[in-house]
């Protein structure tokens, strides 16, 4: 069993940074990719980036270049750290363990 906490979520104007972090508690993380994923109003859930255990790391088209994504599994972590955002990142980020396993979201708003 795994239980995530999201954190950093915020409103900020468009070209802005936020940094949200994932900590995990439980077992099983440690050797499974932790991704991040958002929900806007209306719209499907969609995968913004995960990254493996091995460090293998995976970003949607629509973030690339802009958002980072790392793990620290002896702090239990996981760090989304978005720059230049739009208007368009506006949703709930949801942090996630190997898909099994989710957070309660945390809200990110862009204005412009």
């Known amino acids: 069993q795994v239980q995530l906490v999201e954190s950093g979520g915020g409103s900020v104007q468009a070209g802005g940074s936020l940094r949200l972090t994932c900590t995990a508690s439980?077992?099983?993380?440690?050797?499974?990719?932790m991704g991040w994923y958002r929900q806007a109003p209306g719209k499907e859930r969609e995968l913004v980036a995960l990254?493996?255990?091995?460090?293998?790391?995976e970003y949607a088209n629509s973030v690339k270049g802009r958002f980072a994504i790392s793990r620290d599994n002896a702090k239990s972590t996981v760090w989304l750290q978005m720059s230049s955002l739009k208007p368009e990142d506006t949703a709930i980020y949801y942090c996630?363990?190997?898909?099994?396993?989710w957070g309660q979201g945390t809200q990110v708003t862009v204005s412009s």
């Open positions: 990254i493996s255990s091995g460090g293998y790391i």
């Open positions: 996630t363990s190997a898909g099994t396993y």
């Open positions: 439980g077992s099983g993380y440690e050797t499974s990719a």
